[in-house]
């Protein structure tokens, strides 16, 4: 099965390194969509069948977790599940993230593996001792 993917933050060096991690990661990706704020991604999430979104919590505007605040007040939407992504990773913070609405979190920066690992985990797929498609850093082009 191939997952829509979400990835929502303000930084678009950011957003093109977590790209090509995903797609360095092995998962299989359907659609893969990026925006550089909460606003964009409310508005994108209706418009799109999307199967999991990673938001930064630190963005201007609407952080990650006003992101997810408004994600729980629709129906449809807050079944989404949602990995934060963050450079902080104190562990009042990560529960924060979790007790408002956080699927689960990934520390920045991250590699294929762990982002194989936390999506697998958060959205379902290959288990521990399945094949990865991933095949080193000579997939990363950064």
């Known amino acids: ?22 797609k360095a990661s092995g998962v299989n990706v359907g ?18 069948w999307l199967d999991l979104v990673l938001v930064d919590y630190n963005m201007p505007n609407m952080n990650g977790l006003e992101f997810i ?3 729980k007040k629709d ?4 079944s989404i599940p949602v990995i934060m992504t963050t450079v902080e990773g104190s562990r009042q913070r990560i ?3 979790i007790e408002k609405g956080a699927t689960d979190y990934i520390k920045k920066p991250f590699t294929p ?14 288990t521990d001792g399945e094949a990865s498609s991933y095949t080193g850093d000579e997939a990363l082009d950064f």
């Open 75 to 78: 129906e449809l939407l807050k």
């Open 69 to 71: 605040a408004e994600m």
């Open 95 to 97: 529960k924060e993230f």
């Open 31 to 48: 659609k893969l969509f990026e925006v550089s704020n909460g606003r964009d991604a409310l508005a994108l999430l209706k418009k799109e």
């Open 1 to 22: 099965m191939a997952y829509n993917i979400l990835i929502v933050d303000d930084s678009l060096p950011m957003r093109s390194v977590i790209k090509k991690t995903i």
């Open 113 to 126: 593996e762990e982002a194989r690992d936390k999506l697998y985990k958060v959205i379902g797929g290959a």
